[in-house]
């Protein structure tokens, strides 16, 4: 028999410790939403047009997932073959490459109100498109990009060499080997960058309160402002008006963050399992 | 012969990798490179298909001819990667289905037709003796497999293009005696059709399966000839001290 010192307990303690006060918070939170916000669920915060009266939440639900998949459409190739060029194509020696991952790691520290100031001096300003989702989308690509280029380069980093050498050594060339080879054995991480991705796409208010806007309505085309389901959130508890509807707006926020990442889980499961 | 090796000096960077080698390979024969470790046996093994131009700093003096053409003039390094396939040290096999596994070759060089593939794949399997324990999984991944039939799935990719010439790095070195054992007699019966240079650490291997023997030394060739003669009556000392097990 092995004996336990009293260091063992110790650290034993803290780690249940640490474990447990860890879930309590989460648990804490979530339950302080839902019992806040789920009795306010009422129909009436679904209704198809936002008035003052109902502020309907479902005109921000759909433009948050236009402008997620926007930001998606624009951030994704961008990070994806940025991080294919730094790790297939470019040599050890460049420089260039050290110049990217520097930018990339700056990127991804800037706080997200300066996005927003970038974005309105840039799209909303500079460019003259206004308040608008596209502006809204370009500014939140920009935001998440460096993220899905570390995630994706680890990714392929961590694919082994020994596939690409199987590849090449039966005659495929390299763009071949790299799309039906490498990218392949690594979408289950380059998946998780995206998901996570799309968590601070769906959460982002101060990069999107100055480039989107807060219009309550439906977007009709990627010029107008709109307001996503974070921003109007956002604006129904600094009105004050409505707390209790902004409560609910959380919980149905919540949810649709929990089942983006349920739905991207099981996909990258999926992919795996078909490999 | 099939290949033609003159003169040849292999450098990564600075290092001198292979120094001066000349020999042919003949076809329908095994060749088999022994020598210790970091003697340069996989070095010269991986030029022959140019799988080295992957290496930066890699360079190359000297002609390696295969039927007559230079390999190194000819730009087009698919087409003679497709000609001389390559089975790795660890088995290598892509994770996907065995089909997929297979079929990546046929379908690089332009085979699109479903019938014509799932001969392909059925044939490669039979050929490299593990069709047997694949024909009713063909859609499970490959990496459900243990090592030895995925290096056996590894021959029978390398198969599938129909190449002419094998070259085998240390293809056992990871497998047990029994994997080891089926992987000779398969490269015995494969010997018939194809040319087969293998790089073994394992001298017993040499022995059993090749015709001929290149034995290396610190980038040197130190002796080349007929396998049975080479380890009956070396000509070298060097050669006699390393098959005898005195260094290496």
Redesign the interface.
């Known amino acids: 028999m092995k004996k336990t010192k009293p260091s063992d307990w110790i650290l034993k303690i803290l780690v249940y410790l640490s474990a447990l006060i860890t879930a309590l918070v989460l648990l804490f939170i979530i339950l302080y939403i839902l019992v806040k916000g789920v009795p306010y669920l009422t129909p009436s915060l679904f209704a198809l047009k936002y008035t003052s009266a109902n502020v309907s939440m479902f005109p921000a639900i759909i433009n948050t997932l236009i402008t997620c998949v926007i930001s998606l459409c624009i951030a994704v190739p961008f990070g994806i073959f940025t991080a294919v060029y730094l790790v297939e194509y470019a040599?050890?020696t460049n420089k260039f490459v050290g110049v990217i991952r520097l930018m990339t790691e700056t990127l991804a520290g800037i706080p997200s109100i300066v996005y927003g100031l970038f974005g309105f001096l840039c799209f909303v300003s500079y460019f003259k498109w206004g308040y608008s989702v596209l502006a809204g989308a370009c500014t939140l690509s920009i935001m998440v990009m460096p993220s899905i280029m570390r995630t994706t380069e680890e990714a392929l980093l961590s694919t082994?060499e020994?596939?690409?050498?199987?590849?090449?050594?039966?005659?495929?060339?390299k763009l071949?080997t790299i799309f039906?080879?490498v990218l392949?054995?690594a979408a289950p991480g380059i998946l998780s960058g995206v998901i996570l991705a799309i968590g601070r796409i769906v959460g982002e208010t101060a990069a999107i309160i100055y480039t989107s806007g807060t219009a309550p309505k439906l977007m009709h085309d990627v010029f107008s402002s709109a307001r996503t389901l974070a921003v109007h959130m956002y604006a129904l508890s600094t009105e004050g008006l409505h707390m209790r509807e902004s409560y609910a707006t959380a919980v149905v926020l919540l949810a649709m963050v929990a089942v983006i990442n349920t739905v991207s889980t099981l996909l990258a499961k999926k992919l795996q399992g078909?490999? | 012969m099939k290949f033609d090796i003159s003169a040849v000096d292999l450098y990564y960077g600075n290092f001198h990798a292979i120094k001066n080698i000349s020999l042919g390979i003949a076809p329908q024969e095994i060749t088999a490179f022994i020598g210790p470790s970091g003697c340069g046996k996989t070095t010269l093994l991986k030029t022959l298909n140019r799988m080295n131009d992957l290496i930066e700093g890699f360079s190359v003096k000297g002609e390696i001819l295969l039927d007559g053409n230079d390999i190194y003039e000819d730009r087009d390094v698919n087409l003679l990667r497709k000609r001389v396939g390559m089975v790795f040290q660890k088995p290598n096999p892509f994770p996907m289905s065995i089909y997929d596994n297979i079929a990546f070759g046929p379908r690089t060089h332009g085979i699109k037709k479903k019938t014509l593939l799932d001969e392909i794949v059925e044939r490669s399997l039979k050929q490299a003796a593990i069709w047997e324990e694949a024909k009713d999984r063909l859609k499970k991944s490959a990496l459900s497999f243990s090592g030895g039939q995925q290096q056996r799935i590894c021959i029978a990719r390398t198969l599938a293009v129909e190449p002419e010439v094998l070259l085998m790095d240390e293809p056992t070195s990871a497998l047990d005696p029994i994997s080891t054992a089926a992987i000779e007699d398969l490269l015995i019966k494969l010997r018939d059709k194809y040319t087969i240079v293998i790089v073994t650490h394992n001298m017993q291997q040499a022995m059993r399966i090749s015709d001929k023997t290149a034995f290396f030394m610190l980038g040197e060739m130190v002796e080349y000839g007929n396998t049975e003669k080479l380890f009956s009556k070396p000509k070298e000392k060097k050669t006699e001290e390393y098959i005898t097990g005195r260094f290496g």
């Open positions: 040599k050890s082994p020994s596939y690409r050498e199987g590849a090449f050594g039966l005659g495929a060339g071949r039906r080879i392949p054995a078909d490999m």
